[in-house]
């Protein structure tokens, strides 16, 4: 139906409206202004980033998160966003010849599986099933048993070491991926006694946990808030730092992958990545950083202006959190409305979770539909544009995740109110359309 307009709600961007273009441009023009700050700005700057942004993240995280010890500068870097900095992570603390296998939580974030192929994990990818709590990570821990019963990945060449030694890095032998707070696609948000049994099994495979924590800040809930929101999520890199003792090297075994691209906007392409001491400063001795300093150095210091002047906490906590509540509000009850009574399912539901956000609905189609029948005549019948569940299973592996062909990804950041609400009425008139001629 060509004459529709189109509706998106597949695309996982901020609406533009969200977009503070006025604050970007006052810190723009401030550090511009200064000639210190733009000095810096200009230059290559030092390998971990713009000194002033990684002490303002640092104080920024300790406020929102309150972890037990307070987190410091030295454990910020500052990185040109969560995918640019996943490669990094990679170059620096993997080897294909010595890392054995690559573990994600299904389903996971369709655009993070081409950075592992790249650094050489092509066929090397293995999906970890999740339910209302995340990731299974029993299921994690058998399946590393078993491998490491089998004599680990028969592609790895021990005898043959491609990374040389470096005082500055260690190689993992696995790594594992996951957002564990209002995950993508599924927005789910793992249980804490899950994150600190993934922090155990990675200590004992010597795994490295990479979280891209990037929703973290997109929080709400309904009740009354005694505390900030952020001291109720507890971050694997927050666990690592003092369970059981703490980190069993000076390395660790997480790290946070965090990032503006959600809070500010994709083009802004700068984020941060926290962990132990060691790693940060072992992550900045990247080739590519090293020839030239931290990624995003310029847009660095406009961004530390908006920490600064706290422009950035205000921009949260009056527009996009606000916006966002308000958008899944609008969405889920749409969804209850017109799919619900057509036999979908959705996740996660505001009224049963304290609290919720992120971008995404997860939602299930009933039987005997399957989302590549439901998106290919989206497209055809009503011009909307869904997030096919097959998207967001794991590559090369046997899926984990035996309902990804009956889900769809929906994003409430991204179209406006209008849009949101009749995108959900033209998923349902599809819906009724396929069961009616089943
Ligand atoms: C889980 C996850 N990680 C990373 C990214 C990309 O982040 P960045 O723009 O900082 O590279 C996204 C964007 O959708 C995401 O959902």
Redesign the pocket.
């Known amino acids: 139906m060509a004459s529709l307009p189109p509706i998106d709600l597949f695309r996982?961007w901020p609406a533009s409206e969200l977009i503070p273009v006025d604050s970007l441009k006052d810190a723009a023009i401030k550090a511009l202004s200064s000639k210190s700050i733009s000095e810096a700005g200009f230059g290559y700057g030092p390998d971990e980033g713009y000194h002033p942004l990684r002490q303002n993240i640092a104080k920024w995280l300790t406020d929102y998160y309150g972890p037990q010890e307070t987190i410091t500068s030295d454990r910020v870097c500052i990185t040109g966003?969560?995918?640019?900095n996943l490669a990094s992570i990679l170059q620096v603390f993997t080897d294909p010849l010595q890392t054995e296998m690559i573990w994600l939580v299904e389903p996971t974030?369709h655009l993070i599986f081409r950075p592992f192929e790249d650094a050489g994990f092509y066929g090397r990818m293995r999906a970890i099933p999740e339910d209302e709590s995340g990731m299974d990570v029993q299921a994690l821990e058998r399946a590393l048993e078993e491998l490491t019963h089998a004599g680990g990945d028969k592609n790895s060449h021990k005898s043959y070491v491609g990374k040389p030694a470096r005082s500055y890095r260690k190689i993992y032998k696995h790594v594992i991926y996951c957002?564990p707070t209002f995950s993508?696609p599924s927005g789910t948000t793992m249980a804490c006694s899950r994150r600190e049994a993934l922090v155990r099994v990675a200590r004992k495979y010597d795994a490295l946990v990479i979280c891209?924590d990037?929703y973290d800040f997109l929080a709400w809930t309904e009740g009354p808030k005694s505390k900030p929101i952020g001291h109720s999520i507890q971050r694997l890199v927050d666990i690592d730092r003092i369970i059981d003792g703490g980190p069993q090297d000076a390395f660790g075994n997480v790290v946070s992958n965090g990032?503006f691209?959600k809070l500010l906007g994709?083009g802004c392409r700068v984020?941060w990545a926290e962990g132990s001491e060691a790693f940060i400063y072992g992550l900045s001795q990247a080739g590519q950083t090293k020839s030239g300093g931290a990624p995003s150095q310029l847009m660095s210091t406009f961004i530390n202006e908006l920490l600064e002047t706290d422009t950035l906490r205000q921009h949260l906590s009056t527009k996009v959190i606000p916006e966002g509540h308000r958008r899944n509000s609008l969405m889920v009850s749409a969804i209850r409305k017109r799919l619900t009574p057509l036999g979908v399912t959705f996740s996660p539901d505001p009224e049963q979770n304290t609290v919720v956000g992120g971008y995404y609905v997860w939602v299930k189609l009933p039987s005997p539909l399957d989302a590549d029948q439901v998106c290919e005549k989206a497209i055809e019948m009503q011009n909307l544009e869904l997030g096919n569940g097959h998207l967001f299973s794991v590559p090369g592996g046997e899926s984990q995740c035996v309902d990804l062909q009956r889900c769809l990804r929906l994003c409430f950041m991204w179209e406006d109110d209008e849009q949101l609400v009749e995108g959900v009425n033209r998923l349902a008139i599809v819906i009724e359309a396929l069961l009616d001629s089943e």
Not at 81 to 84: K, L, T, W, Y
């Open positions: 996982g966003g969560a995918s640019q974030y957002v993508n891209d990037v990032s691209s994709p984020g």
